[in-house]
């Protein structure tokens, strides 16, 4: 199976230098003060400001911890600090987290204008941000995840990696995607999970713990890696080195990250 939706890997960041954060931000031709701001690249706008331009009839309210937005045909919610925006059951990534600043929830207007269905363009010479809206449809879960890979790959993260950080378990599901599109490995999430080679590939096949029902976040993670979230690049091979003592793969495999308690390999 190849990668659901890799082409929305690159609608995760905006590049523009900090000289041009001050470019004026329209949607649908009208300007907006979105309290436009550049970090790392990836230029963030206020939630409620684009929301409201892009969805004039939008209700917006501030919920508990996070922001919510309801239209006709979407539901979003932001929490400042999560890897993600959350819109009609999908999980899109945000690797430097929901930002709040002046009472302000801030989302990189690529993700936010991709949550609503809409599209973003840069005019370099200007620093001008446009913001479109499309054709009215707004995906859902059931139009993005397979249900088979979402359920395999949900229950192989968690039972992996239960405990670990968010970014840890997308580090896992990103490997299990990897040798989806390796020559070497089977290519289905549930071949990859089953292959029985040298004795099987995962203890959780082994123990029987991939068939317990998965965390919440291990389901959020599995959507974000299906949505095209990369944190561990090829890896092929991951270990908790204080938790095993066949450490093969760390003699035999170039190291690429360190997350939690895994070691990622290629």
Do not use: C
Not at 40 to 61: C, E, F, G, K, M
Not at 117 to 124: R, Y
Not at 220 to 237: C, M, N
């Amino acid at each position: 199976m190849k990668r659901l939706l890799m082409s929305l890997a690159l609608s995760l960041s905006l590049t523009l230098t900090p000289a041009l954060a001050a470019g004026t931000l329209t949607v649908d031709g009208r300007t907006v003060d979105a309290d436009a701001t550049v970090r790392n690249n990836t230029t963030y706008v206020s939630l409620r400001a684009v929301t409201q331009a892009l969805q004039p009839d939008a209700l917006i309210l501030w919920t508990g911890d996070r922001a919510s937005a309801e239209g006709d045909n979407f539901t979003l919610t932001a929490q400042p600090g999560a890897l993600y925006l959350e819109v009609n059951g999908r999980a899109l990534y945000i690797p430097q987290g929901v930002l709040l600043e002046n009472g302000r929830t801030l989302v990189p207007v690529r993700v936010l204008a991709e949550a609503l269905g809409a599209g973003v363009d840069w005019n370099s010479a200007t620093g001008e941000v446009t913001v479109t809206s499309g054709d009215g449809t707004i995906l859902t879960e059931y139009d993005v995840y397979d249900p088979d890979a979402l359920y395999w790959l949900s229950r192989i993260i968690s039972a992996e990696s239960r405990g670990e950080p968010l970014t840890g378990k997308v580090g896992v599901g990103n490997v299990i995607l990897n040798r989806v599109d390796h020559r070497e490995f089977p290519n289905t999430i549930y071949g990859v999970i089953f292959d029985d080679r040298w004795g099987g590939q995962f203890e959780p096949v082994r123990n029987g713990t991939v068939y317990h029902d998965p965390t919440q976040e291990s389901v959020t993670a599995a959507k974000l890696v299906l949505e095209g979230a990369d944190v561990v690049g090829d890896s092929l091979y991951f270990l908790a080195p204080s938790l095993t003592n066949n450490h093969w793969i760390m003699s035999n495999r170039d190291y690429v990250a360190t997350i939690g308690a895994h070691w990622f390999y290629r």
